[in-house]
């Protein structure tokens, strides 16, 4: 059985300007996705190509091209779901 996925997840700055950075408290294994959707279910990022199945402990998202308002961080790892919403303000 994989352990399960209990990292606390904290997006900075909230609000975001141009950049958000996402740091977990413990290295996060077995990373299958992160997506950023905005509130109405578009996604609008798919960060996951580069990372699917690695040990992460932090990453960084461009959030340049993003209108302001809120959106949500979709993170899944050992078959587990966390959501982080988070604010963009230009």
Known sequence: MEESFT????????PVTDRAVVK???AVNNVKSIAVYSVDGQKVADISTDIAGNS???ISIDCT???AGTYVLNLV?????QTIP???AK
Request: no cysteine.
């Open 24 to 26: 977990f408290d413990r």
């Open 86 to 88: 988070f604010v963009v």
């Open 7 to 14: 990292a606390k997840v904290d997006v900075y700055p909230n």
């Open 77 to 81: 790892a050992n078959d587990t779901m």
């Open 56 to 58: 992460l402990d932090q």
């Open 65 to 67: 091209e993003f209108v």
